[in-house]
């Protein structure tokens, strides 16, 4: 479920875990093009998942920035046994957090009252757009690291393993937040069809 | 938002929940941000980063030594002993040197005599 721009389709398991590790390699020797194919790769979910942690997609964008050259300097630091995903999103949620807890000026506005159910229902135009801002204030109601876990696990499709390291809490912590993220999204959207 | 059989106990992503947030999250151009990522990475160092780098390598050097240093003070054993004679003052007389040399610390009317008889 991880996803991949239509024009650089990774090969997968044990075979993309090799690419990776291939191109993170040739990245620490220098190779920008190798660079530029890692963050080709995982700058689809990096976005998502700051823009998780922040909301605002500019300052989630700039996390993420963070985070792609945080890497390349830390290179050294992976293990090529194992994905490179991972490894790169704890990476991310970090540089995410750490720029929330610098943001000052920019808030999380609280949900509309037309957002939280009983309002008109847009039309069907504008029905996607609508939803989206829904989502989004509803993910931002949930404490932050709820709000990446259930990213991480229904958008971008990783284990609850792979989260549990990505955050560096217990597997079945979690299992936990995941469980408390879909129940509360789903409240919150429960008159949307 | 999702109807069927799954719950939040699941222990699968929830497709349509999946879809519904990757939709609300899905960032701008990406091409832009490649771009702009890669540039970034091309730019030499900046000074406040370069700097941040000397104080951290600044650090750990300091505290490398700090170890080294208090490794040798360690190694260096007991102190050196100090001769009796040295503890002795010099304008004493054989009452002082008694009283600094004794095993048994001295009754004050001793000190007070010993001082006594010292500033005559």
């Known amino acids: 479920m991880k996803p991949e721009p239509p024009s650089a389709q990774p090969p997968e398991g044990p075979a993309r875990i090799e690419d990776e590790a291939e191109l993170a390699t040739r990245a620490r020797a220098g190779d920008r093009a190798a660079f530029g194919r890692l963050v080709e790769r995982f700058a689809p979910q990096a976005r998502r998942v700051a823009r998780a942690v922040l909301q605002d997609p500019h300052d989630a964008d700039d996390a993420a920035q963070d985070a792609f050259l945080a890497a390349l300097v830390k290179l050294d630091q992976y293990d090529p046994r194992r994905p490179f995903g991972p490894w790169l999103m704890r990476i991310v949620a970090n540089a995410a957090t750490d720029r929330r807890r610098r943001r000052t000026v920019r808030q999380v506005e609280p949900l509309a009252p037309e957002l939280t159910g009983g309002g008109p229902r847009p039309d069907r135009e504008a029905e996607q757009s609508a939803l989206g801002d829904r989502l989004r204030a509803a993910l931002a109601e949930l404490p932050e690291r709820r709000r990446i876990a259930v990213v991480l696990f229904d958008v971008e499709g990783y284990s609850h393993a792979e989260i549990a390291q990505i955050l560096g809490i217990p597997e079945g912590t979690v299992r936990s937040e995941v469980f408390h993220a879909r129940r509360r999204l789903r409240e919150l959207l429960a008159d949307w069809r | ?120």
């Open chain 2, 1 to 120: 938002m999702t109807t069927g059989p799954m719950t939040p106990f699941d222990h699968r992503p929830d497709p349509r929940l999946g879809e519904a947030l990757r939709a609300a999250l899905e960032p701008g151009d990406q091409a832009a941000f490649v771009a702009r990522v890669v540039a970034a990475a091309a730019r030499p160092a900046r000074t406040l980063d370069v700097l941040a780098t000397w104080a951290r390598r600044g650090l750990a050097a300091a505290m490398a030594a700090a170890a080294v240093a208090g490794f040798l003070v360690g190694r260096g054993g007991e102190p050196a002993t100090i001769p009796e004679d040295t503890l002795a003052p010099t304008s004493a007389g054989a009452a002082s040197i008694a009283l600094v040399t004794a095993a048994r610390p001295p009754d004050a009317s001793v000190v007070f005599t010993t001082l006594v008889n010292g500033s005559r």
